[in-house]
């Protein structure tokens, strides 16, 4: 079957129906009696089934995902090769016989690298915001996105839906500690990004490297990792006692309470950090320490403080509150 396009049957439209969401009646009837884009005309569900020529479609060019596997995909090819493409790729129509990729990059390619010339699809009207929700959505649930393709992808989002991590968090169907957590990432320095989009530092690494504020520091550090294969336990401990350090006089003799406490202070601020949903700093001297609570706007800073206090109700008072109470102070013109 090598080389051979793929043979559009009804059961391969339900299949279909189920990646979509069509009713699966709807597409046995598409398949049954077309095979061309061109043949297709508007469905009244807004998407049908169909084999599209493989050059009249163009990549998704907000596709969150940068890196693929090439062991995977030379599995792909071949599986193609034998037995065909199992599921279509969804796709959009961009002008008469021109169609954008929304989901199935990876299977795209990989019919290409197969010689086949066409490919089964599902044509789907997608509004251009929906794009990258929709392409992210898929590589989220199939997991084959790196940490910072996912990072690049939030704050795309956030970019072009205007919206919160608590907004973008729901929408995605994911936490939003694991959202700002993962927007983190991208404040790391440009080395160690690159080993974290390799796959030879997990997000766990990354998280605690970003506790090192220094760029240099973060990539020796991250050097060390690699070659000492530290847990990211073992990283928090040695990123703690480097935070010591740097805030212990030069004249301290003997072991620091924080040192000793190293464990502990890391499990505390993980604590903390899960109870206030953001980044939450524990370090403690010989004689006293501190804690350093994150916010990422005032709205955030709000949400914190009634957290700390929720019987306080509104801790800080808005711009547009103050504004309306110099107005009712200002006296009337006559």
Same mark, same amino acid.
């Given at each position: ?104 990059? @990876? ?20 509004? *251009? ?7 992210? =959505? ?18 795309? #989002?956030?970019? *072009? ?14 936490? @939003? ?5 993962? #927007? ?9 990004? @690159? ?11 990354? @998280? ?21 294969? =530290? ?13 010591? %350090? ?56 709000? %949400? ?6 929720? +019987? ?7 711009? +547009?509150?103050?504004?309306? +109470? ?9």
């Amino acid at each position: 079957m090598s080389g051979a396009a793929p043979v559009l049957t009804a059961e391969r439209g339900i299949a279909a129906a189920k990646v979509t969401g069509m009713p699966s009646g709807n597409v046995s009837r598409e398949t049954s009696t077309r095979s061309t884009a061109e043949a297709l005309p508007p469905s009244p569900v807004g998407a049908h089934f169909a084999e599209l020529p493989l050059d009249s479609i163009t990549p998704n060019p907000r596709q969150p995902r940068e890196i693929f596997d090439e062991d995977a995909l030379a599995e792909l090819v071949t599986s193609i090769k034998e037995v065909g493409l199992l599921q279509p790729v969804v796709v959009r129509q961009l002008s008469p016989g021109r169609y954008e990729l929304i989901m199935g990059e @990876r299977r795209w390619r990989a019919c290409r690298e197969a010689g086949l010339e066409a490919i089964p699809a599902i044509v789907r009207a997608t509004e *251009d915001e929906k794009l990258l929700l929709d392409a992210l =959505l898929e590589n989220l649930h199939r997991a084959q996105l790196n940490p910072l393709e996912e990072a690049a992808a939030y704050d795309q #989002l956030l970019q *072009d839906f205007n919206c919160t991590h608590d907004q973008l968090a729901d929408r995605i169907g994911r936490s @939003r500690p694991q959202v700002s957590n993962t #927007l983190r990432l991208l404040k790391l320095a440009p080395a160690v990004q @690159r080993r974290v989009a390799a796959g030879v530092l997990t997000a766990g690494h990354a @998280r605690a490297l970003l506790s090192v504020e220094d760029s240099e520091e973060q990539e020796r550090l991250a050097l060390r990792i690699v070659a000492e294969g =530290l847990s990211v336990r073992s990283v928090e401990e040695v990123v703690t006692l480097m935070g010591s %350090r740097q805030t212990s006089p030069a004249r301290s003799k003997g072991p620091r309470a924080g040192s000793r406490l190293s464990p502990a202070l890391s499990e505390l601020s993980t604590r903390l950090s899960d109870r206030f949903e953001t980044r939450v700093k524990v370090d403690l001297g010989q004689k006293k320490g501190k804690i350093v609570v994150e916010f990422a706007s005032m709205d955030d800073l709000q %949400r914190i403080l009634q957290s700390l206090a929720p +019987e306080e109700g509104p801790v800080l008072r808005s711009a +547009e509150a103050d504004d309306a +109470e110099d107005g009712d102070d200002t006296p009337d013109a006559g």
